[in-house]
Each structure stands twice: as C-alpha cells, then as structure tokens.
C-alpha cells in the first residue's frame, strides 16, 4: 500500500515524458500481468465463497458468478495498481540517480493533445533523436500550432526521459 501511495504522489510531483509509460509497458508489462494473476488469485482464495465452493458445502450460481467476477475484476484493478507503482519508482529512479542534465527542448510540433486540463506538444526534436511528448502551460498551447518550433528546457534523467518538477 505505502509503494502505491508513493506512485501517485509521485506522479503529482513531477511530469514526466510519456516514454516513461513506454518503458513500463515494454520491460515490465509481463511481469505485472502474471504478479496481477497471482495476487488476484490469493486475494480469491481468502475469501469464504470461493472455500464455499471448493468444499462443496454451499454451491449455488450466485456464488459461482460472484467468484468468477471477483477474478475478473481484481486482475485487472491490481494490474493498474503495479503499472501505477511500477511507474512512481521509476519517475522516482529517473529524477534521483545519476546526472541530471537540463537540455534545451526544441523542434516542430507535429501533434497537439489535451487531456481535461492538461495540454501537451508531441515534438520532432532533432538534438535527441526522437519525437517526444512533453506537458505545456495553456497560454503555450494556445499561442503555437501545428508546424510551428517550440522551445523550451527540460530535465533529462537517468533512464533518458525528460521530467519536469512540479
């Protein structure tokens, strides 16, 4: 619960670039589905209906459908919960270990998007080689289009994702 805490505090602290999301998706999707399976099924086993079941004592399609839908929906609730806390760490890891570099942002920005109240520019920046996702004030998103250069300076960490303390 605590590692849980400290991802979602971390991810009001500081924004980081979305690539961060890629490195969880790619090296650690895996690992948080089977630990997902494992713990719903252990949350699963503690529970009187599905003992209920097992033992024959009390079997009735209530109970079946209610077991299975505990199944279903604790996987993937606790798949979120090790994808927020996985992230939180690695935020954490990328902003605290080793150099710390603060690099000049800037190239064309290819994609504007909006989420609720928070905007970002999708940017083709040639100085690091990729297109990154990086989270803008309002009046920036705002005042510059599609096509335009954008220019800014950002943290560079130690797994190579840019952040931005809050």
């Known amino acids: 619960m605590i590692l849980f805490v400290v991802g979602v505090i971390e991810a009001f602290l500081t ?19 089977i630990l997902s399976i494992a713990m719903s099924a252990y949350w699963i086993l503690l529970t009187d209906d599905f003992w209920d079941l097992y033992e024959g004592i009390d079997i009735e399609i ?27 760490l690695l935020s954490i890891y990328n902003r605290t270990a080793g150099e710390q570099k603060l690099t000049a942002i800037s ?3 290819i994609d504007k998007d909006q ?21 803008v004030a309002e009046s920036d998103y705002n005042k510059f289009e599609k096509g335009d250069n954008y220019k800014t300076e950002r943290k560079i960490g130690a797994l190579g994702t840019i952040y931005e303390k809050r």
């Open 115 to 135: 989420y609720s109240s928070r905007y970002y520019f999708e940017i083709n920046d040639l100085s690091i080689g990729r297109e990154i996702e990086i989270k």
């Open 107 to 109: 190239g064309q920005i």
């Open 15 to 33: 924004s980081n670039e979305f690539a961060l999301s890629d490195i969880v998706i790619n090296t650690f999707l895996i690992p948080i589905i």
């Open 62 to 88: 209530s109970k079946i459908l209610k077991t299975a839908i505990k199944f279903i929906v604790w996987i993937p609730g606790m798949g979120l919960c090790f994808f927020a806390v996985t992230q939180g």
